[in-house]
């Protein structure tokens, strides 16, 4: 049994797609051990009391980044947690936070990186122009956005959408890609080459994936 630590700071969609998958058995022998947030009232820690799992709430309280960091990685540590899922976390981790889960610490962006890394990826594809975009599953290394990328789900951008319409499709395809992303990385079915995600598994894992 693999063991999840989700973090996360606002709604908490994401949390809730990776528990359903959980649940459905889609993501196979593994549970969430812990849910933190660094906001007391992000709607994703009362969803996560709600399905009766373990919370945690590590305000930054005007500490410096590595000593809440310190607080998390201890709380992950006593849930035995094996793979971090960053889920909407809105503060970037310290270096110690990242080497002390290396290559076990995951987090999703709305953009397909390294295309609009940073904040409102959506707003900033629709005012670039581009015709495609989507989300990207990737590892968390010390730079934003950055680490080796696991999952890609494209998403058309459509004449006349706004911020809310296009991220609300690029959502839909988060809830798939997370779930997915995270059960190939729990199988340990592959290697990485340089910064490339290379798939041992038998069936065909394709780094992007279309969206349907
Ligand atoms: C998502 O768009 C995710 O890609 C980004 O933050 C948002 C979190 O949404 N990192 P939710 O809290 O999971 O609903």
């Given at each position: 049994m693999k063991h999840l630590g989700i973090l996360l700071s606002g709604r908490g969609s994401n949390f809730l797609a990776i528990a359903d998958a959980i649940d459905r058995g889609q993501i196979e022998d593994a549970d969430i051990s812990i849910v933190i947030s660094n906001r007391a009232e992000a709607a994703?820690?009362?969803?996560?009391?709600?399905?009766?799992?373990?919370?945690?709430?590590v305000e930054a309280r005007g500490r410096k980044r590595a000593e809440q960091d310190a607080e998390i990685i201890a709380c992950l540590q006593?849930?035995?947690?094996?793979?971090?899922?960053?889920?909407?976390?809105?503060?970037?981790?310290?270096?110690?936070?990242?080497?002390?889960?290396?290559?076990?610490?995951?987090?999703?962006?709305?953009?397909?990186?390294?295309?609009?890394?940073?904040?409102?990826?959506?707003?900033?594809?629709?005012?670039?122009?581009?015709?495609?975009?989507?989300?990207?599953?990737?590892?968390?290394?010390?730079?934003?956005?950055?680490?080796?990328?696991?999952?890609?789900r494209a998403v058309p951008v459509l004449q006349g959408d706004d911020e809310e319409t296009l991220s609300a499709r690029i959502l839909?395809?988060?809830?798939?890609?997370?779930?997915?992303?995270?059960?190939?990385?729990l199988s340990g079915n592959y290697t990485i080459v340089d910064r490339r995600y290379v798939s041992r598994a038998s069936h065909n894992e394709t780094l992007i994936e279309e969206s349907k």
């Open positions: 994703g820690i009362a969803a996560a009391r709600a399905r009766g799992l373990s919370t945690q709430v006593d849930h035995g947690v094996d793979l971090v899922c960053l889920a909407g976390y809105m503060r970037l981790l310290s270096p110690e936070f990242v080497a002390a889960y290396p290559q076990a610490i995951l987090n999703i962006h709305p953009s397909l990186l390294p295309a609009f890394p940073g904040l409102d990826a959506q707003a900033q594809a629709l005012q670039y122009g581009v015709a495609v975009t989507g989300c990207t599953v990737h590892f968390v290394d010390e730079q934003l956005d950055h680490g080796v990328i696991v999952l890609q839909e395809q988060e809830h798939i890609a997370y779930p997915e992303a995270i059960s190939r990385v």
